[in-house]
């Protein structure tokens, strides 16, 4: 952003520039090649000096050329040493899988946030010197808070509060989706016009009533329908995604496929992640138990950790009461939480050796979810023998039995509040629809859209459009 204002947007001399540094991108902002693991592109990128900034460019007179020269063997010189990452000569003497963490020939003895910092900081300066009216939206504190170390030349509006619901404000790459995007438009008008006090809509997930036998609603599972996504009020909210092997977490590319899967239904938990949505091999049937079942050398113990909530065979809540040690006897005490709101880990703590972890459904024990990494914990086991009965305390973690976790996110197209007529007050619903036939839908959860105060500026800004 900043270099694009540098070479580009100061020669309009314009009268406000405005920069989105959401976050750090501390991986691609301290390299020159964001992904190891694929060839391209290479940027530039700017190293901090004893006198201030400086730039080190991409070499070579092509792109195809940066990339040869950066991969080669012989890397040049300043890759070697501006580059967090270690050099090829480096990585080729790691086996698969695994990495440098440091790059020994590293210029500075900076840690990674502190040089990023740094660099941010220096940028901000001379923004604050050269441009006109320079207001950055930040949702990250630390560069928030570099408005206190700045002159009162430049602007900064904290937008931390203002992601209500992720997967539908967020794209697949978690870039602002139409939703997020109406949402940032909406603070930018309510801080240039510097309204006071600015007011947003946003929406909002309400709380959950209890739902009982009556009206429950059969369908075919969900492998039967064509197109299934995420609606509100019939418009395209969202869409069911994954992660790629491999991919930064907050990188959700990999679309859902349910009839590829076997996926008949599926189960979702409220978390700080939003709504997270684990695929299910079988229809739901509501109230039925959720039980970890710890597989031991000489026991099985099956303890319930929470309850199915459906309204429908072919979406319903996970409700689990694990957050707290629950505590089960057997031949052996042992002892297991959960995240809050979340299945994607368990804690296990005991003695007895462990075989292994699973998640099941009902009386039937129908399979869910089970432990990765058991192979391990056999070799660790094997080590201590358990001979003096050692008591071990594992996080184990859960991947559902087939497919893998979802999340929400909204793609080119999806609704905006401006544009679609949305309730103040509604529900989330599963859409779906078979190639010839009409779309139906099922209720996921209650929303409802309320108003929101917009934050305000460091400094208070003190130059309103008029």
Not at 331 to 341: A, D, P, V, Y
Not at 435 to 459: C, E, L, T
Request: hydrophobic fraction near 40%; include cysteine.
């Amino acid at each position: 952003s900043f270099m694009m204002w540098e070479y580009l947007g100061k020669k309009y001399d314009l009268d406000y520039s405005i920069f989105l540094p959401f976050d750090f991108h501390i991986d691609r902002d301290l390299t020159f090649n964001r992904h190891l693991n694929k060839y391209c592109p290479i940027h530039a990128r700017y190293i901090v000096t004893r006198t201030g900034l400086s730039i080190s460019p991409v070499m070579g007179s092509s792109r195809k050329e940066a990339c040869s020269l950066y991969h080669r063997v012989l890397t040049p010189w300043e890759y070697i040493v501006y580059d967090r990452n270690a050099p090829t000569f480096l990585r080729i003497l790691v086996p698969k899988g695994r990495k440098f963490k440091i790059n020994p020939f590293y210029y500075s003895d900076m840690g990674k946030k502190e040089e990023a910092l740094a660099t941010y900081k220096m940028l901000f300066k001379r923004l604050a010197a050269e441009a006109n009216h320079p207001i950055i939206l930040c949702s990250h504190a630390d560069i928030c808070g570099l408005h206190e170390s700045l002159s009162d030349d430049i602007y900064f509006y904290d937008t931390r509060k203002l992601l209500p619901l992720p997967g539908l404000y967020l794209a697949p790459k978690s870039h602002p989706s139409a939703l997020g995007n109406e949402m940032r438009a909406q603070e930018l008008y309510s801080f240039l016009t510097a309204q006071k006090p600015g007011e947003l809509k946003v929406i909002t997930l309400a709380s959950m009533p209890g739902i009982t036998k009556v009206g429950f609603e059969s369908s075919p599972p969900l492998n039967q329908y064509d197109h299934i996504f995420v609606g509100i009020q019939g418009h395209t909210a969202a869409d069911f995604v994954s992660h790629e092997d491999g991919a930064h977490e907050w990188m959700f590319e990999k679309d859902l496929d349910f009839k590829k899967d076997a996926i008949a239904s599926l189960l979702w938990v409220s978390n700080r992640e939003g709504l997270q949505f684990i695929p299910v091999s079988f229809p739901l049937e509501n109230g039925e138990t959720v039980f970890a079942k710890v597989e031991l050398d000489n026991d099985i113990l099956r303890i319930p950790i929470g309850q199915i909530e459906a309204g429908s065979s072919i979406i319903g809540r996970l409700r689990l009461t694990c957050s707290e040690w629950i505590t089960a006897l057997g031949h052996h005490t042992w002892r297991l939480k959960c995240k809050e709101n979340s299945l994607s880990s368990l804690s296990i703590e005991g003695a007895g050796g462990l075989q292994a972890v699973k998640i099941e459904v009902g009386e039937n024990a129908k399979l869910l979810m089970k432990g990765e990494g058991m192979e391990g914990i056999q070799k660790l086991k094997n080590t201590v023998k358990n001979v003096f009965n050692v008591k071990l305390r594992l996080t184990i973690s859960l991947r559902p039995v087939i497919s893998s976790v979802a999340n929400l996110r909204a793609k080119a197209g999806s609704l905006t509040l401006g544009e679609n007529k949305i309730n103040d007050i509604g529900t989330i619903d599963l859409l779906v629809q078979t190639k010839n036939g009409q779309p139906r839908s099922f209720p996921i959860i209650p929303y409802h859209i309320v108003a929101v105060s917009a934050p305000q500026s460091h400094p208070v800004y003190s130059y309103p459009v008029r």
